[in-house]
């Protein structure tokens, strides 16, 4: 005997008929007729004369019916109260990256998230989009429990742990002339536009990392939207994307190309943060512990 018919026993009791309790249950006339058949061979009794009218019960339902709705109510009430216990033994962790997915795929790949959740089931995980600094300001409030950011500055209060490096690369759209130049110089890119976003826009410290980049003040051109909906302003041809590799990459390349930065020495390095003074949950210990390795930039291949 199992719950799942009881409950539909109860369905066909309730209504005297077939057709209404199969409505009911989401599942066809013939299937549940099958299944109340196949459930009254098992008991050994008839559980509903079956006539022009619809399903009447029979002695033995009517009887049955009282024991059913006691297990029903009693199998409801331990589900209840298992998940209420699950809750109650839930770890929340909150967890903030960069607005826009900028890098965001370049430091944590979906599937190091995913063993994350598989190794605590009881983990209850809340990701949070903001802008480095506001991370850093949730952070300290106690907001985050850990932040993965592009911002490398020391903070007295903030633990920051170097998760990952990888090149800078340029998102080009295929009829701007700098595609048929190899390779592409620094000295090349003076005539080009580097798209910033109005509402993303790259931060005081990576315009001048790029002026130092390129040796000299680099051309801007600024779109309304968000970073994300640069890579259309690419299409557009109304300039070129600075960001990084793995960013890169994850978009849609049709018209588009992908090609490293001229130096070598551009990279985005994304950070680990969390607050000092503050005891992690074992989750989020785990967290720490596994992405605490000293990372190696990504192998930069041939222009795509």
């Given at each position: 005997?199992?719950?799942r018919?009881l409950?539909n026993?109860l369905?066909?009791?309730?209504?005297?008929?077939i057709t209404k309790?199969?409505?009911?249950?989401?599942?066809?006339q013939?299937?549940?007729?099958?299944?109340?058949?196949?459930?009254?061979?098992?008991?050994?009794?008839?559980?509903?004369?079956?006539?022009a009218?619809?399903a009447e019960p029979?002695k033995?339902?009517h009887?049955l019916s009282?024991?059913?709705?006691?297990?029903?109510k009693?199998?409801?009430?331990?589900?209840a109260q298992?998940?209420?216990?699950?809750?109650?033994?839930?770890?929340?962790?909150?967890?903030g990256?960069?607005?826009g997915?900028?890098?965001?795929?370049?430091?944590?790949?979906?599937?190091?998230?995913?063993?994350w959740?598989?190794k605590?089931?009881?983990?209850?995980?809340e990701?949070?989009?903001?802008?480095?600094?506001?991370?850093?300001?949730?952070?300290?409030?106690?907001?985050?429990e850990?932040?993965?950011?592009l911002n490398?500055?020391?903070?007295?209060?903030?633990?920051?742990?170097?998760?990952?490096v990888?090149?800078a690369?340029?998102?080009?759209?295929?009829s701007?002339?700098?595609?048929e130049r190899?390779p592409?110089?620094?000295?090349?890119?003076?005539?080009?536009?580097?798209?910033?976003?109005?509402?993303?826009?790259?931060?005081?410290?990576?315009?001048?990392?790029?002026?130092?980049?390129?040796?000299?003040?680099?051309?801007?051109s600024?779109?309304?939207?968000?970073?994300e909906q640069?890579?259309?302003?690419?299409?557009?041809?109304?300039?070129i994307?600075?960001?990084?590799?793995?960013?890169?990459?994850?978009?849609?390349l049709d018209?588009?190309?992908?090609?490293?930065f001229?130096?070598?020495?551009?990279?985005?390095?994304?950070?680990?943060?969390?607050?000092?003074?503050?005891?992690?949950?074992?989750?989020?210990?785990y967290f720490i512990?596994?992405?605490?390795?000293?990372?190696?930039?990504?192998?930069?291949?041939?222009?795509?």
């Open positions: 005997m199992e719950l018919q409950k026993f369905t066909v009791y309730k209504y005297g008929n309790a199969a409505q009911e249950l989401h599942i066809s013939q299937a549940l007729s099958k299944q109340i058949r196949s459930f009254e061979k098992e008991l050994g009794v008839p559980l509903f004369l079956r006539g009218h619809g029979t033995y339902a009887s009282l024991s059913a709705r006691k297990i029903i009693t199998a409801e009430e331990a589900q298992i998940e209420k216990m699950r809750q109650d033994e839930a770890i929340p962790v909150r967890l990256y960069v607005k997915d900028f890098n965001f795929h370049g430091a944590l790949p979906p599937r190091t998230i995913f063993e959740e598989k605590f089931p009881q983990m209850q995980l990701i949070s989009e903001q802008n480095p600094d506001v991370l850093e300001r949730m952070l300290l409030q106690e907001e985050l850990l932040a993965c950011t490398g500055d020391p903070n007295p209060e903030l633990h920051k742990i170097r998760i990952a990888e090149p690369y340029l998102l080009i759209n295929k701007n002339p700098l595609i190899s592409i110089t620094k000295e090349a890119l003076a005539e080009q536009s580097f798209l910033l976003s109005r509402t993303d826009p790259l931060p005081k410290k990576g315009r001048l990392s790029l002026e130092q980049l390129l040796g000299y003040p680099p051309r801007f600024v779109f309304n939207g968000s970073f640069g890579i259309e302003h690419v299409r557009a041809g109304e300039g994307l600075f960001s990084g590799r793995a960013y890169c990459l994850s978009r849609c018209g588009l190309a992908a090609v490293p001229p130096d070598e020495k551009a990279v985005f390095e994304h950070y680990l943060a969390y607050k000092k003074g503050v005891k992690p949950s074992e989750p989020v210990q512990k596994k992405l605490q390795t000293k990372p190696e930039p990504a192998p930069r291949p041939k222009s795509l």
